[in-house]
C-alpha cells in the first residue's frame, strides 16, 4: 500500500461462520497470496472455529492462518478485579453489587454458553 498501513478486516462472531464464507475467504486468500498489498484478517469467535478450520474441506484456508490464538478465559480473581476496576472507570466509588452478586456474575460467565 502506498501509505504503508496494512487495512485490517476483523470477522467477529466466527463460530456462526458456514462453509460457504470460509470458502469465500479461501478464495480471497488465493489472491492475497498473489498481491504485494497484503490485508490482515482476523477472526475472532468461541473455540469452535478453531475445530471446524481444522477439517479437512478447510484445509487450504488452514495452511494459510499465519497465526492461530486461543484466549483463556478468566480466574474468578480476574472477574472480580475486572468489575471492580470498569466501576471504578465508570466514577462508581462504592460497593454496587453485594458479594453474592458478583459471585453469581462470575458463575454465570463460567458457564458454557446455552445456543437454541
Keep these: ?27 480471497l486468500f488465493n489472491c492475497e497470496m498473489d498481491s504485494r ?3 490482515a484478517v482476523l477472526l475472532a469467535g ?32 480476574e472477574g472480580r478485579s475486572y468489575i471492580h476496576e470498569k466501576l471504578k472507570g465508570a466514577g462508581c466509588n462504592q460497593t454496587l453489587f453485594h458479594e453474592a452478586a458478583v459471585e453469581a456474575i462470575l458463575n454465570a460467565a463460567d458457564s458454557p454458553p446455552h445456543y437454541q
Design 46 to 77: 468461541l473455540p469452535k472455529p478453531n475445530s471446524t478450520l481444522r477439517l479437512a474441506i478447510h484445509e487450504l484456508l488452514y495452511q494459510r492462518l499465519v497465526m492461530n490464538y486461543n484466549l483463556e478465559g478468566m480466574s474468578k480473581e
Design 37 to 39: 498489498d497484503r490485508t
Design 1 to 27: 500500500m502506498k501509505s504503508g498501513k496494512t487495512p485490517v478486516i476483523i470477522i467477529d462472531e466466527t463460530n456462526y461462520i458456514n462453509n460457504a464464507i470460509l470458502n469465500d475467504l479461501k478464495i
